[in-house]
């Protein structure tokens, strides 16, 4: 079984639309944390934020927001207003284990696609 | 420079060519990887050096041959590849290896093997 989930794999809007790209985890570790990151077609892997597992405030930056809901294994990312630049693959990740044994698990990332 | 660079971006060889891979971070990180990007495969984790040890190999053909000097720098040395081979090469560096570092990547070489 996949640790990390991206069910989406190819998502196409509108420009202006919100969209919302989910993240489902699994992990038996109480401490981990979780990532987000975009790859434009240059292909470098952008980090776009990191959330701990004691922290399920929402958190949010310009256009971008977070929501990390502990109860569902979820850690869902939406665009608001979304722009043809937002054109990307955009991939989860889990950071869980213990010294010396720590793995960063990908997701199989989200295709996004706005349309102008 | 600043982040993580890498080069070349794009690189085009045979199956008997041998050639390497550099990747530098600027970051004084001491951790480095090497990943491999496949279209329509999750991203693999090849290697991992910590202060300059390796420390991971995740069951990759020796025909990957990794190097790190010093913490900056990360190379992957080819030979005898196979098209199979063909995919995004990408390095990532670390503040160390630990469960809160984040990783920052660099731009990735396009492998093509003939």
């Known amino acids: 079984a996949q640790k990390v989930t991206q069910a989406q794999t190819e998502i196409s809007v509108v420009e202006k639309e919100d969209v919302t790209l989910d993240c489902v985890y699994e992990?038996?570790?109480?401490?981990?944390?979780l990532f987000w990151y975009k790859q434009p077609p240059s292909g470098e892997l952008v980090f776009l934020i990191r959330?701990?597992?004691?922290?399920?405030q929402n958190e949010i930056s310009g256009r971008y927001s977070w929501n990390f809901q502990k109860s569902t294994s979820s850690f869902n990312f939406t665009i608001t207003a979304s722009q043809v630049v937002d054109s990307a693959v955009y991939f989860c990740?889990?950071?869980?284990?213990?010294?010396?044994?720590?793995?960063?698990?990908f997701g199989t990332g989200t295709r996004l696609k706005v349309l102008a | 420079e600043t982040g993580v660079t890498q080069t070349p971006r794009h690189l085009v060889m045979g199956m008997t060519n041998k050639k390497s891979l550099k990747c530098e971070q600027h970051l004084g990180h001491n951790a480095m990887y090497w990943y491999k990007q496949s279209a329509k495969k999750p991203l693999e984790l090849m290697f991992v050096?910590?202060?300059?040890?390796?420390?991971e190999n995740n069951s990759v053909p020796s025909r990957f041959s990794p190097e790190c000097p010093n913490s900056s720098h990360l190379f992957l040395h080819l030979h005898t590849l196979q098209p199979e081979d063909s995919a995004l090469y990408l390095c990532a560096s670390s503040q160390d290896r630990e469960l809160t570092d984040t990783q920052y990547f660099g731009p990735g070489t396009r492998l093509t093997v003939l």
């Open positions: 959330r701990n597992s004691f922290d399920e």
């Open positions: 050096y910590n202060f300059k040890e390796q420390t």
């Open positions: 990740a889990l950071s869980e284990g213990t010294s010396g044994t720590y793995k960063y698990i």
């Open positions: 992990t038996r570790d109480t401490t981990y944390y």
